[in-house]
């Protein structure tokens, strides 16, 4: 228990493996060739100014919004929400996924990937995911 609290030093080694990491994702899903013929149209869209983590972070913010509204109407998972609030959670998942699959995507494009941003987009999904199953009980 006492190495939990005080953790030894990375090596040599296990620092130059970390370094050379590579993230690599495959998708295994009949719907994702498809939506990534519209995920490389979609990040051609948007300017090359615009950091890959904005994009993270608007995900985010969209999947947080669209959960605290069906949060307001329906505080006790009891009351029914307004049809619109259901279409808000829908437009509001396909906006978050189509943001968190074009900001590796604009990372690589602007030569601008980052471990950092990869630790950041990875937590900003988990944020997301705990958000999401808020709503799925609502």
């Given amino acids: ?5 005080c953790p030894e030093p990375l ?10 990491h590579k993230y690599s994702a495959s998708g295994r899903s ?20 615009v950091a890959p983590n904005t994009l993270t972070i608007v995900g985010l913010l969209v999947n947080i919004v669209s959960t605290l509204v069906l949060v307001y ?4 998972a009891t009351e029914e929400a307004p049809a619109w609030a259901f279409v808000l959670s829908a437009l509001g998942l396909f906006i978050y996924q189509s943001l968190d699959a074009i900001d590796g ?6 030569n601008s990937s980052s471990a950092l ?11 997301s995911t705990g958000a999401y199953t808020i709503e799925e009980f609502l």
């Fill in 105 to 110: 995507k604009q990372a690589r494009r602007t």
């Fill in 30 to 49: 009949l719907f994702e060739p498809p939506c990534q013929i519209y995920w490389n149209w979609l990040v051609q869209q948007i300017p090359t100014w």
């Fill in 11 to 20: 090596s040599p080694a296990q620092l130059k493996r970390l370094e050379e």
């Fill in 73 to 76: 109407f329906c505080p006790t």
């Fill in 117 to 127: 941003g990869e630790l950041f987009d990875h937590g900003c999904d988990a944020v």
């Fill in 1 to 5: 228990m006492a190495h939990l609290l």
